[in-house]
């Protein structure tokens, strides 16, 4: 049976749409939903989508960013005030990928996709749901619960310094591979040791997680082999990587504390 | 299901025709339209042998449904040859045997128009960036490198 398509003007028009017809499902830009559909999920007959122009904005004024759910990867890649988070958005697919594949549909991604979801998790973004701010930690661990089925319009997050925010993302094949496993960090240093330091990890649990015990061991060390020692050896705790094709969780966890030292460590 | 029109331009020609809601365009211009150069791989946005080029950009034609192209201007390969003339892409992949099978040759050709048109000078990383998202088990990858730099090339020099 072929599914049907509803557009509407706006995100809470979707919504209702959504909300009174259990055999929806949201479409974004096209690359879990259609290809879940193309896969043979049954689950859904309707896709629901919005032509709201808020959803792919992108605002950065007074250090703040905003930036749309139906926002491309692509786009983020080349604005040139998001420079910082251009990285990020390139690890995701390849140039097709990229021209489809929205902010808002990578935090719904499950592993090993969602790199850029790993992104805003170190940059502590805040997303708005239902003209509510919701934090994307908050998010993402109730994605499947509390936030089931929430409508994403926009993620915003405070500026890094400069030079603050790590990305990284190893993967088996190059340029474009699944993850191994990512990391993104906002690491900020004040006479020459850390201040502060936001450590998220991608493919190390089923969605993507901050390394608290990381975070807490970096703060007030210096950026040196030695001051991340202690960093590294607690770099798994928490965690709980799956095993997939790309990899087993005992290589994630082996290979972990290994990218962690690469990135963390300046050049 | 009912079906809904739908306008767009494929290689420059006007196409409308009545689709089903829902239908992806990889469907609609292989089994409506007859654009069979598109081609139907692994449908989960992973091989790349659907690309296509929609208003200048680089799409998965199974990823993308055919309501959303409205008013777009789509380009295949179908499209890049005048007549008897091989567009410099498909010249150059012929000459440098950079097609085995061939399955996933209109895709590699669709991602090198959209570099190309965007980037007429592009470097070896450029082009292996570029391609990036198209899969294939049978060259290697190497001569479909070399051929869309030869390509390349070949354009610079006859725009000089």
Redesign the interface.
Same mark, same amino acid.
Do not use: D, S
């Given at each position: 049976?072929? !599914?049907? !398509?509803e557009t509407f003007p706006t995100l809470a028009a979707a919504g209702e749409a959504l909300a009174a017809n259990a055999a929806a499902r949201y !479409?974004g830009? $096209?690359?879990l939903v259609?290809?879940s559909?193309?896969?043979g999920d049954v689950g859904f007959e309707?896709?629901v989508t919005a032509s709201e122009r808020a959803l792919t904005d992108i605002v950065v004024a007074d250090g703040r960013a905003t930036i749309g759910a139906g926002v491309t990867m692509?786009r983020i890649a080349r604005e040139p005030a998001l420079g910082f988070l251009a990285p990020a958005a390139r690890a995701v $697919? $390849?140039?097709?990928?990229r021209?489809?594949a929205t902010v808002g549909g990578n935090l719904f991604a499950p592993v090993p996709y969602g790199d850029f979801a790993v992104a805003l998790l170190a940059l502590d973004a805040s997303l708005d749901i239902d003209g509510e701010p919701v934090a994307v930690s908050a998010f993402l661990a109730g994605r499947d619960t509390t936030h089931a089925g929430a409508l994403v319009r926009s993620v915003s997050f405070t500026l890094p310094a400069e030079g603050s925010f790590l990305f990284a993302k190893a993967s088996r094949v190059r340029?474009?591979g699944a993850s191994v496993v990512t990391i993104a960090a906002v690491v900020e240093e004040r006479a020459g040791t850390i201040s502060s330091a936001r450590i998220a990890y991608g493919c190390m649990a089923d969605r993507p997680i901050r390394a608290p015990a990381v975070e807490r061991a970096l703060a007030g060390k210096a950026r040196t082999a030695e001051g991340i020692a202690a960093a590294l050896a607690v770099a798994t705790e928490g965690t709980a990587p799956p095993t997939d094709a790309i990899a087993s969780a005992w290589y994630r966890g082996e290979v972990l504390p290994v990218h962690l030292k690469r990135l963390l460590l300046p050049a | 299901m009912k079906k809904v029109p739908v306008q767009f331009t494929l290689n420059g020609e006007e196409k409308a025709e009545f689709v089903e809601s829902g239908v992806t365009l990889l469907k609609a211009l292989r089994e409506k339209i007859g654009d069979t150069s598109v081609k139907a791989g692994c449908q989960q946005g992973t091989c790349g042998s659907c690309a296509v080029i929609v208003d200048g950009e680089l799409r998965l034609s199974c990823l993308t449904l055919a309501e959303r192209c409205g008013g777009a201007a789509i380009e295949t390969t179908g499209g890049l040859a005048h007549g008897e003339v091989l567009h410099p892409l498909q010249r150059a992949f012929n000459e440098g045997f950079a097609t085995q099978c061939g399955f996933c040759t209109p895709g590699m050709i669709m991602a090198a128009k959209a570099l190309l048109d965007h980037n007429p000078q592009p470097s070896r990383e450029d082009v292996v960036e570029a391609i990036s998202g198209n899969i294939c088990r049978c060259t290697g990858y190497e001569p479909i490198i070399q051929a869309i730099l030869a390509a390349a090339r070949a354009n610079s020099l006859s725009a000089a």
């Open positions: 049976m072929g !599914l049907g !398509l !479409l830009g $096209g690359t259609v290809r559909a193309n896969e309707t896709y692509a $697919g $390849g140039p097709a990928i021209n489809m340029p474009k | -």
